[in-house]
């Protein structure tokens, strides 16, 4: 399966806008993008084919990830921390389209 991507790697200055985002594939995602997650104002956007975004964002100082869904009408997102192989999984079995019921654990969070 393929998705629209964009991303943040701060340090290594590459960056790709969501309105610019490119398809890569759910193995490319997993295998060549997270591991590029390495600094705190790293992220990586996934945009399903319904236009749903999953956002990936490193966790200040850990081993952990911010994976939430954004609802930006209601200035919130359904979100969770998880680690590393959680967030493998994910990406393992990412679902076509991205919801809330898709996502174990996500708790409704406003920004």
Do not use: C
């Not at 490319?28 to 956007?45: A, T």
């Not at 964002?57 to 954004?70: N, T």
């Not at 192989?85 to 079995?93: A, N, S």
């Amino acid at each position: 399966m393929h998705y629209r991507v964009y991303f943040l790697f701060e340090r290594a200055g590459e960056a790709i806008s969501s309105a610019r985002a490119i398809e890569v594939s759910q193995r490319e995602i997993r295998e060549q993008l997270l591991p590029r997650l390495q600094h705190d104002d790293d992220y990586l956007g996934i945009i399903d084919p319904a236009d749903n975004t999953l956002q990936i964002f490193r966790e200040r100082g850990g081993e952990r990830y911010w994976v939430e869904l954004p609802i930006d009408a209601a200035k919130a997102s359904y979100a969770r921390v998880m680690d590393h192989d959680e967030v493998d999984q994910l990406l393992r079995e990412l679902p076509a389209v991205f919801d809330r019921e898709a996502i174990p654990g996500l708790e409704y969070r406003p920004w």
